[in-house]
């Protein structure tokens, strides 16, 4: 198991991660620490777990919209997956707003 350090609000942690995970663990503390940062702006420092609950708290609703963002582009894309194609142009264009509506979601997520 491989070490990896990352600070955090100015304090160094160590975590334990999977051989070459190490980039991804410390990438992933970056984005703690500038949430943590992010937070400690708006509200002051008010303790280390404090922040740490409110980044965690934060990201994990990130999160959540990622993944109801997903799910409705998964039903977007089964739902123009089940339209059958008709052999006119109209047909052709409406197919072609409805790709472009989830490639602009994708770029957007």
């Known amino acids: 198991m491989a070490q990896v ?3 955090v609000n100015g304090r160094s942690y160590q975590v334990g991660c999977d ?4 980039d991804k663990v410390q990438g992933l503390g970056q984005a703690l620490d500038e949430r943590v940062q992010q937070i400690a702006q708006a509200v002051g420092q008010v303790g280390e777990a404090r922040l740490m609950l409110l980044a965690s708290l934060t990201m994990a609703d990130d999160l959540a919209e990622t993944q109801a963002e997903n799910e409705a582009l998964r039903n977007a894309l089964k739902t123009a997956k089940e339209q059958p194609l008709g052999d006119g142009a109209a047909d052709l264009a409406a197919l072609a707003r409805r790709l472009e509506v989830v490639a602009e979601r994708l770029e957007g997520a």
Do not use: A, K, L
């Open 19 to 22: 051989e070459g995970e190490e």
């Open 5 to 7: 350090s990352i600070i």
